[in-house]
């Protein structure tokens, strides 16, 4: 099983939202996301949990 680090963008497409809408959700909804230096990392398995439990349910955040 790959279990790499994920950049800003591969997430972003990974779950069919622009770069903006994954920076908007950390800050906003708590996204997991770990911070490498200046970066944003991310681990795919983490992400999709917090899908699953709903939390990037809103009303027209997906871009």
Same mark, same amino acid.
């Given at each position: 099983m790959e279990d790499r680090? =994920?950049? #800003? @963008?591969?997430?972003g497409e990974y779950l069919g939202i622009k770069r903006d809408t994954v920076y908007k959700w950390i800050r906003e909804k708590g996204m997991?996301?770990?911070k490498v230096g =200046?970066?944003?990392k991310f681990k795919k398995d983490? #992400? @999709?949990?917090? #899908?699953r439990k709903g939390s990037a349910e809103s009303s027209g955040d997906i871009n």
């Open positions: 680090w =994920r950049s #800003v @963008d591969e997430i997991p996301a770990h =200046r970066l944003w983490e #992400v @999709d949990g917090w #899908v």
